[in-house]
């Protein structure tokens, strides 16, 4: 699915800007002989959409839903990713047969409540950082995660900005998202071992991907 944006989209990114064109996204669909249908997102790429048309649904075609665990998909690491999002839709399928939830095909359900946080923050101002975190704070929320995408001052600018909003009872995620790289202007590791070292004066609960894989 893609949906056009009626006009492009300019949002500041370190280094230049982030021009976005579109949405896309992924709806995967199985169906079987008895009009049973299971449902998962995938990733929304071409690559994945041709790896799932030429490759996974002939391997899929004629086999049993329910012996899904025995299927033994294998393939290059990029494919087998793109079947595991498939195989979300398998045992979809499947709980539906089955009358139960998901969680009980992986062995049960675990605990009764979860904690929840709230996950939004980019392509903002420092400012405004702090007002959504405040406003997660005020909805609730114990956590907050961002994405900071500005230069490694801004991006502290940016955690001082929140932690003076929220005080110290609020968690901060950091979510990296791989994002501090643009062309000749990407952060080095050495940026990122000092971001994190300076990071750590304002008790991040995580930081997360600040790497490529």
Known sequence: MSYPLPRKLELPFWGGSRTILKRDAMLIRIFTDTGLKGFAPGPAHLRAQTEIRDVIAPFLVGKDPLKWRQFGFTGSSEICKTYKAVEIALMDLVSKFEGCPISDLLGGRKRERIKLYGSAGMYMSPENYAIEAKGAQELGFSAYKFRPAL?????????????????????????????????????????????????QVYDPYWLEEPLLP
């Open 151 to 199: 230069n490694p001052e801004g991006n502290l600018e940016i955690l001082e900005g929140i932690r003076k909003a929220t005080g110290d009872d609020m968690a901060l995620m950091i979510d990296g998202h791989t994002w501090w790289r643009m062309g000749d202007n990407s952060y080095t590791p050495d940026m990122v071992k000092e971001l994190s070292k300076n990071m």
